[in-house]
């Protein structure tokens, strides 16, 4: 195994969203990745046991290896080349395909919430003054304005001064920090509290899904499906198709199950998978035989 | 109103480093609303009118709150301890809003151009201006946060305006007939 | 030496909001050393002889810097309006550290959640808390500015633990039985 050098920018990468959580199991995941990193980084991934962790690993190895930015992953990239990893890893494909597909739907999960986020704040400005009055005329109402405008354009200084005031910061007094004390002792007995319910929870909701990811991944045939999809493409005679396109239905293991095929056969240089947006646009088919 | 707590009042307004309500000086001296209220009218003649000349502080009404600050004369030296930071063709656009507020963004742009909307962006997230969907543009007024930072005595928006043309006045007959 | 320098300097020791030195002054100022000492000088006559019942600031020099600040008698009261330099969730996990330093982090943790592994980083970094290797784990203690940073008159970690104690068991008291 080669020894990789633990990469600056995956470690930096995983501070900074450690940083903006408060606590709570991303906290706790986040530091797991840091500890895994450690194992990759000494080549150790094979030891773990774990196939979710494993494929983790391979994912953190595979970042670090290509050196790629942990701020701009292309997907498209990543996913044809940690399936060829997790192949020779021997990681179940199946499951390999669902990290991918989970990845993809974190991504887009992230967006969302940064979206209302940015709404939240908005909402919260003030507003002072009320909006019955609304001038529905040009913006030169009358002289005063006119000429105000054109004089603030022209003059050298705007006519705002920022004052010149004190910036002093104080210590924190003794009484406060008592009374952080005494309030970090009630957190912390709610908080053993908590985290022994969410211990439970969290160990009832792992069993639970690996009991499913068992149930199904035998039941998959991965050569199979990528010889049907491979023979659906070649019947567009060299048209360029979207992944839906391929799709027999809409339901997410369909959608899985064909694009896991479709990475395979661009692996195998036999189609070029591409988006037109970057990452949630439409994902494109061509046949590389007609290009 | 007792010398002692003008003298409480003063230390706090100087301890305090940004504008404080009648409220927050409450909070921190244990004082009633009245007598706090008339120290601070005390302290301002003080300091504005009976020492003028004798200090380099004044003590200001910035919209609901109270501040001492620097006097406008000596701001420009003592700038290189404390520095403001917001970039003069961004209080020029922030004039603007606060003149003609409410103001469409659209009606801004013609008025000074398409970098109206980086300064638009910018002074919103410094939570100096509020913009609301109206139609198909946003408009646009000043926030309560306006007055207290740059120490303007009103809240209202016909005097922000009477405040700002009487500024361009005297800046325009500064420049031509020097003192 | 003129008033308007002296004026000036003023504004600089105010807007500072830390102690600084006659080179900082100078920076800002451009005046000449020698004006800024007499200034300065002239400055604290002023301020803690002639009018010392009129005002309740002090300038004072603190080593080779000069600083504007509060008088202590009234500074109890003003102090408590300024920002403090500390979050208070961090100052809830220094309480936790100092009460039961020396303390394994993976304690620490099990006390008060993953939060810790931040705050622990921010306090190393203020040097309020010393972490050391231990095992797998990292053992934390508070530092020698701890206490001064506090006004604690002890840097025995037993010390600390009983003044903390007896604090709180004084601050629970007076809630149960007020005066």
């Known amino acids: ?291 | 109103m007792g010398i002692k707590e003008k003298r409480l009042i003063e230390s706090v307004l100087f301890s305090a480093s940004k504008p404080v309500s009648i409220n927050e000086i409450k909070e921190a001296t244990d004082l009633p609303p009245k007598k706090i209220k008339d120290a601070l009218e005390t302290l301002i003649e003080d300091y504005n009118i009976e020492r003028k000349n004798d200090t380099s502080m004044e003590i200001v009404k910035a919209g609901n709150k109270y501040a001492m600050q620097v006097k406008k004369k000596y701001a420009d030296q003592s700038v290189m301890i404390a520095k403001p930071d917001i970039h003069s063709n961004l209080l020029k656009t922030l004039a603007l809003i606060a003149f003609h507020q409410p103001v469409k963004q659209s009606n801004l742009r013609r008025m000074a151009g398409p970098k109206i909307y980086d300064h638009v962006d910018e002074l919103a997230s410094m939570k100096l201006i509020y913009s609301k969907r109206h139609g198909s543009t946003e408009m646009l007024t000043t926030t309560k946060l306006f007055p207290e930072y740059f120490g303007i005595d009103t809240t209202k928006p016909e005097e922000i305006r009477d405040f700002l043309a009487n500024k361009v006045i005297k800046s325009i007959s500064k420049v031509e007939d020097p003192e």
């Open chain 1, 1 to 291: 195994m080669v020894q990789l050098k633990i990469d600056d920018d995956v470690i930096n990468h995983l501070l900074f969203h450690k940083s903006l959580i408060d606590e709570n199991d991303d906290a706790k995941r986040i530091n797991y990745y840091v500890d895994m990193l450690q194992k990759a980084n000494e080549g150790d991934h094979i030891s773990i046991e774990n196939p979710f962790d494993r494929s983790i690993s391979i994912a953190f190895e595979l970042v670090m290896r290509q050196q790629l930015n942990p701020w701009d992953i292309d997907l498209v990239n990543f996913s044809t080349m940690y399936l060829k990893r997790a192949k020779e890893e021997k990681i179940d494909l199946m499951t390999a395909g669902r990290m991918i597909y989970m990845a993809w739907k974190v991504l887009k999960l992230q967006s969302n919430d940064l979206v209302v986020s940015m709404e939240t704040v908005d909402e919260e400005s003030e507003e002072p003054f009320g909006w019955g009055d609304i001038p529905t005329g040009t913006w030169i109402e009358n002289d005063d304005g006119y000429s105000y405008t054109n004089l603030v354009m022209k003059m050298p200084e705007p006519p705002l001064d920022e004052p010149i005031r004190r910036n002093a910061k104080r210590k924190v007094t003794l009484i406060e920090l008592l009374d952080a004390f005494d309030k970090a002792r009630v957190d912390s007995e709610e908080y053993q509290l908590i985290e022994r319910q969410r211990r439970a929870e969290r160990l009832r909701l792992s069993e639970k899904a690996r009991k499913r990811m068992v149930g199904t991944a035998h039941e998959d045939h991965v050569e199979d499906d990528v010889e049907a999809v491979w023979e659906k493409i070649k019947s567009f005679n060299g048209r360029t198709m979207s992944l839906f396109e391929l799709c027999e239905t809409r339901g997410r293991e369909e959608v899985i199950k064909t694009f896991m095929s479709v990475l395979f056969l661009a692996y195998d240089n036999k189609i070029r998978v591409y988006q037109k947006q970057f990452p949630y646009g439409k994902i494109y088919i061509k046949n590389m035989r007609y290009s």
